[in-house]
């Protein structure tokens, strides 16, 4: 979440989308407002959006009441930081997804700070990376693009109309259902919350998820991860959905069992995976889904450094503003969750 020493993000391209109302729904906590530490490392970028946004920066100290986290991973020494800070109130991590500071979420559960995230903030660029990804897939580009030869078989499959399920509500998944919406599909939302997502023709909480997948045609999984969703999509999942569906995961690799989409890619059962994000991840040199027909791998660069620094950027300003002001925070995280 750095730029260039000594110069700040530039204005963003995209906007950040908040989630589906209904979803986590964090305590109540007391905010003391004061100086805000950037930790691990500095960071132009951020240190340019929270004096933006009417903060004091400072270095580390008893007197420190804010920390903007700005590396994505590092959760021990942030445990140890807190442990040394009792009197900061508020903590803003980098990303939308907090899976990777999980316990440190769990040991603080019950002391009160504002926890809050990017959730919402990369929704644009993520929900165009998996778009990018179903229609590559429906038109048999991984195919095309490796071929030597003129190879005239009529395989593709049109996105129209076609029946979709999007596993999660929040940003990205918002996102990707406005820009699906030329394409008149029919689109199923699975979320946590029993609330209905405008814009989805039906809305099935999570544990309906068999039901949503039966015929399915194409699946996005951009949901949050948390001990309940580890491997959401499995072999009985997957099993469920039409012959030749296309699978998209843009949010984490371990919500989807790697091993059922390899056997399920194999057999033809699936006729795509799109995949960001994989399990393990980074994915090892010489694994089996490197080969795998029709599979699409990028590299977790769906919201690239490009893009995200000035949407961070916004977000920090933003909440050090509802810091400094007692106003509300954008992208709450419920500890107890854990998203």
């Avoid at 500071?101 to 165009?128: I, M, N």
């Avoid at 699978?247 to 091993?259: C, F, K, S």
């Avoid at 027909?293 to 919201?303: G, K, L, M, Q």
């Avoid at 503003?321 to 107890?336: K, M, N, Q, S």
Wanted: with cysteine; net charge negative.
């Amino acid at each position: 979440m750095t730029t260039e020493p000594g110069t700040a993000p530039q204005h963003p391209r995209h906007r950040a989308v908040a989630g589906a109302p209904g979803g986590a729904t964090p305590p109540s906590a007391r905010v003391v407002p004061g100086p805000i530490a950037i930790m691990p490392t500095s960071d132009p970028g951020v240190a340019d959006a929270i004096q933006r946004g009417g903060g004091v920066i400072a270095p580390l100290s008893p007197e420190t009441r804010g920390i903007v986290w700005v590396a994505s991973s590092g959760a021990d020494e942030l445990a140890s930081t807190l442990d040394a800070t009792p009197a900061v109130s508020w903590v803003q991590l980098p990303w939308a997804g907090v899976d990777a500071f999980s316990g440190v979420l769990h040991e603080f559960r019950d002391d009160g700070r504002v926890w809050t995230s990017a959730k919402g903030a990369y929704a644009q660029p993520v929900a165009e990376h998996a778009l990018t990804l179903a229609l590559a897939l429906m038109r048999v580009l991984p195919r095309r693009i490796r071929a030597t030869t003129w190879q005239a078989d009529e395989i593709g499959r049109s996105l129209y109309g076609a029946r979709v399920v999007i596993v999660g509500a929040g940003g990205v998944a918002l996102e990707l259902l406005g820009q699906l919406t030329p394409f008149d599909v029919d689109v199923t939302i699975v979320r946590r919350q029993h609330a209905a997502v405008s814009g989805a023709a039906r809305t099935l909480p999570s544990t309906r998820l068999a039901e949503a997948l039966e015929g399915a045609e194409a699946v996005f999984v951009a949901a949050a991860l948390t001990h309940a969703s580890h491997r959401l999509i499995g072999r009985t999942e997957l099993a469920t959905l039409a012959p030749g569906a296309i699978l998209v995961n843009v949010a984490r690799g371990a919500l989807v069992d790697t091993d059922a989409v390899l056997d399920a890619l194999g057999s033809d059962r699936l006729g795509g995976a799109g995949l960001d994000v994989t399990d393990p991840e980074p994915l090892p040199d010489g694994h089996p889904l490197w080969a795998a027909r029709n599979c699409i791998i990028t590299p977790h660069v769906a919201d690239t450094d490009d893009m995200t620094a000035p949407l961070f950027a916004e977000r920090v300003a933003v909440n050090v503003r509802a810091f400094v002001t007692g106003g509300d925070f954008v992208g709450r995280i419920d500890p107890a969750v854990g998203y």
